[in-house]
């Protein structure tokens, strides 16, 4: 037999086959490898050994070699140990030992007490100023804030002043002067529509009117305009509209979100869309 046919583990001392690949191995598995780099790496046989200085262990006082510079223990238990000593031995915070620093602070000498300035603070609290003004319907003194300029002292009494009207001509005005409120896709689903049937814009109308009316098969129907990318759209008719369509009795108010269910609508598909009452009437 020859000799690479048979190998001995350094560490172990086991022997096996050699095969015809691998016919030489120094060691069986991966533990007895790192037992015997171990072994190896000790003492003066580590590179590192020879920088290695002479030192004290602060837990048990014992002598220990090592390369590190901040080391203070020779081992992890040492470490352990020392720390839960040095916790038992510092003293607990509690309430007494506040009081007791300040009594110490008061029998501090006048000029100690004059030497420890308190901190400044850069806060400067604003003070109130009350603002007194008279209610411009029943001529009664109240207070009210600079920033409000509050004209009444009470709701009822704006509303007694004709506060409500005052409010709907202002919106009046505004409509005239702005125009009507539309949702963002308003346009664009009445051009989609002019271009295959007739219609009319009632938006001007106001008071539950729906959005428009159109000629689809031989008959008018009305519809309104939601956008669903905002919440007052995706709610529907709100109840001055529902009051509004359950009042009239031509036919159901369908909505319309998008193109194409204008196309749908313009198309006569009355049945893939939303309406409201959702029951048939005549």
Same mark, same amino acid.
């Given at each position: 037999m020859r000799k690479f046919d048979v190998w001995k583990c350094a560490e172990?001392?086991?022997?096996?086959?050699? /095969?015809?690949?691998?016919?030489?191995? /120094?060691? &069986?598995?991966?533990? &007895?490898?790192?037992?015997?780099? !171990? %072994?190896?790496?000790?003492?003066?046989?580590?590179? @590192?050994?020879k920088s290695a200085a002479l030192k004290t262990c602060v837990g048990c006082n014992k002598e220990f070699k090592s390369y590190n510079k901040t080391r203070k223990y020779c081992? =992890?238990?040492?470490?352990? #140990?020392?720390?839960?000593?040095?916790?038992?031995?510092?003293? +607990? %915070?509690?309430?007494?030992? #506040? $009081? /007791?620093? $300040?009594?110490?602070?008061?029998? +501090? !000498?006048? %000029? *100690?007490?004059?030497? *420890? %300035?308190?901190?400044?603070? @850069?806060?400067?609290?604003?003070?109130?100023?009350? =603002?007194? /003004? @008279?209610?411009?319907?029943?001529?009664?003194?109240?207070?009210s804030s600079k920033s409000q300029a509050r004209k009444f002292c009470s709701y009822e009494c704006f509303l007694d002043s004709g506060g409500a009207q005052r409010a709907g001509e202002a919106a009046a005005m505004a409509k005239r002067a702005y125009g009507n409120k539309k949702d963002a896709n308003h346009n664009e689903i009445f051009d989609a529509l002019r271009k295959i049937i007739p219609v009319r814009d009632l938006s001007d109308a106001g008071c539950g009117v729906p959005d428009g009316i159109a000629w689809i098969k031989d008959g008018w129907h009305l519809f309104d305009v939601k956008n669903l990318k905002t919440a007052y759209g995706r709610r529907g008719l709100n109840p001055r509209q529902k009051q509004w369509s359950n009042d009239w009795r031509g036919g159901a108010v369908y909505l319309i979100h998008d193109v194409d269910e204008a196309i749908l609508f313009a198309t006569g598909k009355f049945d893939q869309l939303k309406k409201f009452p959702e029951e048939n009437r005549i």
């Amino acid at each position: 037999m020859r000799k690479f046919d048979v190998w001995k583990c350094a560490e172990c001392g086991k022997e096996a086959p050699a /095969t015809a690949h691998q016919m030489r191995k /120094t060691y &069986c598995s991966m533990s &007895c490898m790192a037992l015997g780099y !171990s %072994k190896r790496m000790q003492g003066d046989s580590n590179p @590192n050994f020879k920088s290695a200085a002479l030192k004290t262990c602060v837990g048990c006082n014992k002598e220990f070699k090592s390369y590190n510079k901040t080391r203070k223990y020779c081992s =992890h238990k040492c470490y352990q #140990s020392e720390r839960a000593l040095l916790q038992a031995s510092k003293p +607990l %915070k509690t309430k007494q030992k #506040s $009081k /007791t620093a $300040k009594a110490t602070q008061k029998n +501090l !000498s006048p %000029k *100690v007490k004059n030497s *420890v %300035k308190p901190k400044k603070s @850069n806060y400067i609290p604003r003070p109130r100023i009350k =603002h007194m /003004t @008279n209610c411009g319907h029943c001529n009664q003194e109240f207070q009210s804030s600079k920033s409000q300029a509050r004209k009444f002292c009470s709701y009822e009494c704006f509303l007694d002043s004709g506060g409500a009207q005052r409010a709907g001509e202002a919106a009046a005005m505004a409509k005239r002067a702005y125009g009507n409120k539309k949702d963002a896709n308003h346009n664009e689903i009445f051009d989609a529509l002019r271009k295959i049937i007739p219609v009319r814009d009632l938006s001007d109308a106001g008071c539950g009117v729906p959005d428009g009316i159109a000629w689809i098969k031989d008959g008018w129907h009305l519809f309104d305009v939601k956008n669903l990318k905002t919440a007052y759209g995706r709610r529907g008719l709100n109840p001055r509209q529902k009051q509004w369509s359950n009042d009239w009795r031509g036919g159901a108010v369908y909505l319309i979100h998008d193109v194409d269910e204008a196309i749908l609508f313009a198309t006569g598909k009355f049945d893939q869309l939303k309406k409201f009452p959702e029951e048939n009437r005549i």
